[in-house]
């Protein structure tokens, strides 16, 4: 028997920080090291510890989480220039509309603020996911963190 899980949509909250970034974390270590080395997924990981990175986003942003039950179990932000900052789902949440309600919620409020295209640096791991919902591969991005580079595809959706 499949039980449809309600996932419930809002606006993130400093209390949520704890939450988020070991969400972030695990997800990484867990869903991500398929696509990745050992040493990138550490320091990609080690991100998740930059507890006033988290509150400046929360702040700076528009930040979604995703619950099912009162559990965390994804987010997403999106800047006021279309800019897709962070796709997050718990690793034991995987394939269950959680990522699509967080992106349908983004595109909402990219409407709103009448954002002629979002625009996003995605993961390999992501990419697939992007490409599903009518995100079209814009080229690369390299972001480096201490001292590891990363190759994001630049992924951008139109919106009028």
Not at 79 to 92: A, P
Request: charged content about 25%.
């Amino acid at each position: 028997m499949n039980i449809t899980k309600k996932i419930d949509i809002r606006i993130a909250v400093n209390e949520d920080i704890e939450s988020i970034a070991s969400l972030f974390n695990t997800t990484i270590r867990i869903v991500n090291a398929k696509d990745y080395s050992p040493e990138e997924i550490e320091v990609w990981a080690s991100c998740s510890k930059r507890t006033e990175g988290w509150v400046n986003k929360i702040r700076q942003q528009t930040f979604y989480v995703a619950e099912i039950n009162g559990v965390l179990v994804g987010f997403s932000s999106i800047e006021k220039d279309g800019y897709l900052d962070f796709m997050y789902v718990h690793n034991e949440y995987q394939k269950q509309g959680i990522a699509k309600e967080l992106l349908l919620a983004i595109e909402r409020k990219a409407n709103k603020q009448n954002n002629h295209e979002i625009y996003a640096y995605v993961s390999k791991t992501a990419k697939s996911f992007f490409e599903k919902h009518g995100y079209m591969h814009n080229g690369n991005k390299t972001n480096s963190i201490n001292g590891i580079d990363f190759v994001n595809s630049i992924m951008v959706k139109n919106l009028k």
